[in-house]
């Protein structure tokens, strides 16, 4: 519903079309905060828990907190310019409804504790409401990241396995 909202907008041709964007650019700064709010909680959980056995909870989830937004600040240019620039570009009302759709996915899941790739949901929830609101998505780097996304499940389960047979050799 909240995407045919979007695609009216964006395609009405009235002179209230950049007062809606205006203010969907408001609601933007919400929405990001809550899905942030539920990517972390979901990410910083998931990393967290393995240290649980070295620090108390309160450590364990700071020093992955810290960890993240280091990250953040090192690499995250890299990403914004792949995912919001290359990817598919929003215009704040579908930015606002790809991001509340995310949230609505990952916050229920990390409050029961079930860990999700926040980073598969969000790009999901980009690439359809771009197809929803006919946005230009570049199919040929969606079809990269899905290549990824595949291999990002499989590749690490091996690399592990392996990595620990020669760790027991020692």
Request: glycine share 8%.
């Amino acid at each position: 519903m909240l995407t045919k909202a979007v695609f009216h907008v964006k395609h009405s041709k009235s002179k209230d079309h950049d007062k809606y964007e205006r203010y969907f650019s408001k609601l933007l700064i919400f929405s990001t905060f809550l899905l942030q709010f539920s990517r972390w909680g979901n990410d910083v959980g998931n990393s967290a828990g393995m240290l649980y056995g070295l620090f108390d909870p309160l450590m364990s989830r700071l020093v992955c907190a810290l960890a993240m937004s280091f990250g953040l600040f090192v690499l995250g240019r890299i990403v914004v310019g792949s995912v919001g620039v290359r990817m598919v570009r929003l215009l704040p009302s579908a930015a606002f409804v790809s991001q509340i759709t995310a949230t609505a996915i990952i916050f229920p899941f990390a409050y029961i504790g079930i860990p999700l790739s926040g980073t598969h949901v969000l790009i999901s929830s980009m690439i359809g409401t771009g197809l929803a609101t006919k946005a230009k998505v570049n199919v040929r780097l969606t079809e990269m990241f899905s290549l990824a996304w595949i291999l990002s499940f499989v590749c690490p389960g091996i690399l592990a396995a392996v990595v620990m047979l020669v760790v027991r050799l020692f």
